[in-house]
C-alpha cells in the first residue's frame, strides 16, 4: 500500500459537479455562435455569453466567492498581462527549472515586443532539485518582482516547498505564481500555502477530453485583480463561451475522472519501478521521486502524469525504437485527457532533466485499463 498524502484539506467534490443552473446555462451556451467571444468585465456583451465566462470563472474558485478568475486562451499567456499590469515591472522573473524553454521564450519575446518588459531585465532560472525557502531567499535580489513556479515540475516532477519558497518571497514582498495544472487545481491548495497567483492549464484536467485551448489566472485578493485584469483584456486576450462551456462540462465528471487516472497511474509506476531496466520512475506519490516528503505533506492526491529514466546502455535512440512498437499508447505532449500518452521531452525545456542524460520517457495515463498498458510496455520495451 502506497502511503498516502495528508487529509486535512481534502476538496469538497460535489462543489465542482453541475447543478441544474449549469445545465440550464449549457442549453443557452448550445444557441451562440463561435464567432462571439468574452472580454472581462464588458458589460455590453450579450448576457448569455457574459454569463457562460463567469459561471466557468466562479467553479474555478474553491472556496466560492473568495477569489477572482481571469480566463484566457493559454496558460502560459498569464506572463503578458503580470508584465503589463507591472507585477513583474520589467525588472526580474526568477523561474524554477520546470518551466523554462520553448514557451518562456516565446512569452518573453512577445513581452518584449509588446513593450511590457525591458530588454534589460533579467530573468533567472532556480535549477536546484530541492527548493528550500533559504535557498529562494539568496537568488532575490533588489529588482526581483515575481517568482514563478511549477510544482510538480511537468517533466522532472520535483515536488517544491511552495509554502518555504513563498515565505521567503513574502518576506522580500516579492509576489510568488504557481502553475498548478498537475494537480488539476483541486489536489494541491495553492492559496492555502500561500500563493499569490494560481494558473492552470484549463486545456489539461479541466477540459479533460483533448478538445480546448484554455488557461487561467486565480489572483489572491482583490487589489491584484484590478492590476491584473484590465491588462487581460487590453491585450485582447479573450475566450470564446463555447469554449468555457466546454471547460463546464470538463468539471461535471472531474472527480469521475481523476480517481481512476491516480489509480492506474501508480499501478503502471509502481511497475516500472521493479523493471530490471528502470533506474528510478519519477512519480510525486512514490518514495524515489525528489519532494516526495513534500507531497505527502502538501497534497491530496496525485494524477497522471510522471516520468521513467532507463538505466544506461540505453540510448534516447533504443527508447524511440521501442516507443515505436507501443500498440495502445499514442505519441504526443499534451496530457489531461483520457487517452494515454508517451513522449521524450526537449530537454532544453527543462534543465534539471540533463542529469538523467537523454533516457528519460515521459507517460501519461488516461482511462484505459492499467493491466492493458503494462502489457503494452512489457512488449514494446523487452529487449
Given amino acids: 500500500m502506497l502511503p498516502g498524502p495528508s487529509q486535512s484539506n481534502m476538496i469538497n467534490w460535489e462543489r465542482l459537479l453541475f447543478d441544474q443552473r449549469a445545465e440550464e446555462l449549457k442549453e443557452k451556451i448550445h444557441h451562440v455562435g463561435r464567432e462571439s467571444y468574452f472580454v472581462n468585465d464588458n458589460a455590453a456583451l450579450d448576457d448569455t455569453r457574459q454569463e457562460a465566462v463567469q459561471e466557468l ?4 474558485v474553491d472556496p466560492p466567492g473568495t477569489l477572482r478568475v481571469l480566463m484566457h486562451l493559454l496558460a502560459f499567456g498569464a506572463l503578458k498581462p503580470l508584465a503589463g499590469a507591472e507585477v513583474i515591472n520589467r525588472h526580474q522573473l526568477e523561474l524554477t527549472a520546470d518551466v523554462m524553454g520553448h514557451s518562456l521564450v516565446y512569452w518573453v519575446q512577445a513581452c518584449l515586443k509588446a513593450g511590457l518588459m525591458d530588454r534589460g531585465a533579467r530573468i533567472f532560472a532556480m ?58 487545481g483541486v489536489l494541491f491548495d495553492a492559496f492555502g500555502h500561500g500563493a499569490d497567483f494560481s494558473v492552470q492549464a484549463v486545456t489539461k484536467y479541466i477540459g479533460g477530453h483533448s478538445d480546448l485551448l484554455l488557461g487561467s489566472v486565480t489572483v489572491r485578493n482583490e487589489t491584484l485583480y484590478q492590476r491584473l485584469g484590465p491588462i487581460l483584456s487590453h491585450l485582447g486576450m479573450v475566450v470564446s463561451p463555447d469554449d468555457c462551456s466546454l471547460a463546464l462540462r470538463g468539471l461535471q465528471t472531474l472527480h469521475v475522472r481523476l480517481k481512476p487516472i491516480e489509480e492506474s497511474a501508480l499501478r503502471v509506476a509502481s511497475w516500472f519501478a521493479g523493471q530490471p531496466d528502470v ?57 489531461g485527457g483520457v487517452s494515454r500518452l508517451v513522449v521524450t521531452p526537449d530537454l532544453t525545456e527543462a534543465p534539471n532533466a540533463w542529469v538523467y542524460g537523454e533516457r528519460l520517457v515521459r507517460f501519461y495515463i488516461g482511462l484505459e485499463d492499467a493491466d492493458d498498458l503494462i502489457s503494452d510496455v512489457e512488449q514494446a520495451f523487452r529487449r
Avoid at 470563472?57 to 474555478?60: Q, V
Wanted: aromatic content about 8%; proline content about 6%; charged content about 25%.
Fill in 57 to 60: 470563472a466562479r467553479r474555478m
Fill in 279 to 335: 533506474e528510478t520512475v519519477l512519480h510525486p506519490a512514490l518514495p524515489s521521486c525528489p519532494g516526495h516528503i513534500t507531497w505527502r505533506r502538501d497534497f491530496t492526491g496525485s494524477s497522471g502524469l510522471f516520468s521513467v529514466v532507463f538505466r544506461p546502455p540505453l540510448t534516447r535512440h533504443d527508447l524511440h525504437a521501442r516507443m515505436d512498437r507501443l500498440k495502445l499508447f499514442r505519441m504526443g505532449y499534451s496530457w
Fill in 127 to 184: 535549477t536546484s532539485i530541492a527548493l528550500e525557502g533559504v535557498e529562494v531567499a539568496s537568488r532575490i535580489r533588489s529588482n526581483t518582482r515575481l517568482i514563478w513556479c511549477e510544482s510538480p515540475g511537468s517533466i522532472t516532477m520535483e515536488v517544491q516547498d511552495v509554502p518555504a519558497i513563498v515565505e521567503a518571497a513574502h518576506r522580500r514582498d516579492v509576489l510568488v505564481t504557481l502553475d498548478n495544472t498537475w494537480a488539476a
